[in-house]
C-alpha cells in the first residue's frame, strides 16, 4: 500500500517481502539461541519476545541491508551513460545518470535542460577560474561571464527542489551534446553548486527512464 503503483513497484514489493522474511529469520534464529520459553497453539509455535529484543532485531536489520542492499543500489548498466559536451571549442566528457526525478526544462522552449556540477563548468572554461561561491550567486556570474565571454550563451534557468523554495541556476548552451554517442534532446546545461551525488559515481544528471 505505501509503494503503490507505479512502473517496475514490484521490485519494491519484492525487497520488502525479502527483508520481512529476513527480520523474522533473525527472531526465530535469536530464540534458538537464547532458548526462549516457547507454548504451542493450534499447531503453531509461539516465543515470548519483549520489546527491546524486537528494537535490537529490528536495528540488526536495518545494519544488514545497509551492509548488503547498497551493494546492489550502486547506479550502474544502463543507468549511467557517457555525457560529452562541447563548449568554445574544448571537449569535455563525464558520466551522467538517468533520473527520472529530473524534470528541469528550459522555460521559454519546454526542452529539457541536463544538470551538473559547477566542476564540470570549471573544465570547461578553465580560463576564468570559476569557483563554487560564484555558482552560489548566479546572477553576478551571469554578468561576469557576459563581460568575459560575450559569445558564449549564457541562461538563468529556475527549478524548484525538495527541501527549498526554488532559485536558480546559470546555464549555458555547448555546441555539442550526446549521450553514448548520440545527440541529446537538451540545449542546454544548468550547473548546480551543490553535490549531485553522494558517492562521485556521476558528474550529471539526464532526464529518462529509470532502471531501477
Do not use: M
Not at 526554488?166 to 540545449?187: F, V
Amino acid at each position: 500500500l505505501c509503494f503503490g503503483w507505479r512502473s517496475r513497484a514490484w521490485k519494491r514489493w519484492l525487497w520488502f517481502f525479502c527483508v520481512c522474511c529476513g527480520f523474522a529469520g533473525l527472531a526465530l534464529a535469536l530464540c534458538g539461541l537464547l532458548r526462549l520459553p516457547a507454548f504451542s497453539r493450534d499447531g503453531r509455535v509461539y516465543y515470548r519476545l519483549s520489546g527491546g529484543l524486537l528494537v535490537l532485531l529490528a536495528g540488526l536489520t536495518y545494519g544488514l541491508c545497509r551492509l548488503l542492499l547498497d551493494r546492489f543500489a550502486l547506479h550502474r548498466g544502463r543507468e549511467l551513460v557517457c555525457l560529452e559536451l562541447e563548449l568554445a571549442g574544448r571537449r569535455l566528457r563525464c558520466t551522467a545518470l538517468r533520473d527520472t526525478g529530473n524534470t528541469l526544462t528550459d522555460p521559454l522552449t519546454g526542452e529539457p535542460v541536463l544538470v551538473a556540477r559547477w566542476q564540470v563548468a570549471a573544465r570547461l572554461l578553465p580560463e576564468l577560474g570559476l569557483t563554487r561561491a560564484q555558482f552560489e550567486d548566479p546572477g553576478a556570474l551571469l554578468v561576469r561571464l557576459g563581460t568575459a565571454r560575450p559569445e558564449l550563451r549564457v541562461r538563468l534557468i529556475p527549478f524548484r527542489a525538495v527541501g527549498t523554495a526554488g532559485g536558480l541556476l546559470a546555464a549555458l548552451q555547448p555546441e555539442r551534446i550526446t549521450e553514448d554517442g548520440k545527440p541529446s534532446p537538451a540545449r542546454l546545461v544548468a550547473f548546480s553548486p551543490t553535490e549531485l551525488s553522494d558517492g562521485g559515481g556521476f558528474e550529471a544528471l539526464v532526464q529518462g527512464r529509470g532502471y531501477l
